[in-house]
């Protein structure tokens, strides 16, 4: 297995993962009854190569895919080969864990133009009017 590069010079050494196979479900006749193709990736949080900031960046935004021992995990099961599952399961790890270490840019808030809020008003007031019209007249 490959050591997965998360850029800035980062690379996760590839002992820090653990790759396990099991039978995929799904359609795909005697292969899927005798041969393990889904492949599941795990990697410990806290061993990480990264300075804590980043590992608290990372728990923050993969909580839903870290278990409570900190345990990242990453399944894939789409290809037919064992092989090809762990090139894409580990592609997907490198793919979550790269932009979970990114910095995100602060929003700047914007405000809505004057031409725009007269424009809304207008509409407001043609649309009144259409409606207003549609009444019946005594």
């Known amino acids: 297995m490959r050591d997965p590069d998360l850029g800035d010079g980062i690379v996760v050494p590839a002992n820090l993962l653990r790759a396990a196979t099991s039978r995929a479900g799904g359609p795909g006749g005697q292969n899927v009854n005798k041969v393990e193709t889904k492949v599941t990736i795990e990697v410990d949080v806290d061993a990480l190569p ?24 990453v399944t894939s ?3 037919r ?8 399961a580990l592609a997907r ?10 910095e995100q840019e602060t929003r700047k808030p914007t405000r809505v133009s004057r031409a725009q809020k007269t424009r809304r008003l207008e509409e407001k007031k043609r649309r009144a009017q259409t409606k207003k019209l549609r009444t019946t007249v005594d």
């Open 50 to 73: 990264l300075p804590d900031d980043r590992k608290a960046r990372i728990r923050e935004r993969l909580a839903g895919r870290i278990n409570k021992a900190g345990v990242l995990r």
């Open 77 to 79: 099961q789409a290809e």
């Open 81 to 88: 080969s064992q092989l090809a599952n762990r090139d894409r």
């Open 93 to 102: 790890m490198e793919e979550l864990l790269t932009d979970a270490i990114a």
